[in-house]
């Protein structure tokens, strides 16, 4: 089973930029999707960003669409997201996620890490 493991929220002003990483257990560039979600207070959880490690497609929300961007390092085996010109908006706890190509729900998570943008 895939095991995930975010890295790299904080606290950052409006304007700045924060990278996220997500470490997986085993190798997943063989048919899996990567997605990263994340969850505000008493909001529920949102899409931000997905990425087919074996065709390299890739997804956002509009949201974050110009400002965002998710990569892979399949020798690392490890998923990114670039976040850019962040607002208090973005507060959340981020989520990396995966799920295989022929599956429509995401059934792996990771714990989740903090991201905190201030005014």
């Known amino acids: 089973q895939v095991q995930l493991v975010e890295s790299g929220g904080g606290l950052v002003q409006a304007g700045g930029s924060l990278r996220l990483s997500c470490a997986a257990s085993?190798?997943?560039?063989?048919?899996?999707?990567m997605g990263w979600f994340r969850q505000a207070p008493g909001k529920e959880r949102e899409f931000v960003a997905a990425i087919s490690w074996t065709v390299g497609t890739t997804n956002y929300a509009d949201s974050v669409k110009g400002r965002f961007t998710i990569s892979t390092d399949n020798v690392k085996n490890t998923v990114y997201l670039q976040m850019n010109s962040l607002t208090p908006e973005d507060t959340a706890v981020y989520f990396c996620?995966?799920?295989?190509?022929?599956?429509?729900?995401?059934?792996?998570w990771g714990q989740g890490t903090q991201v905190t943008v201030s005014s």
């Open positions: 085993e190798r997943t560039f063989s048919g899996y999707v």
């Open positions: 996620a995966a799920r295989t190509v022929f599956r429509t729900v995401y059934d792996y």
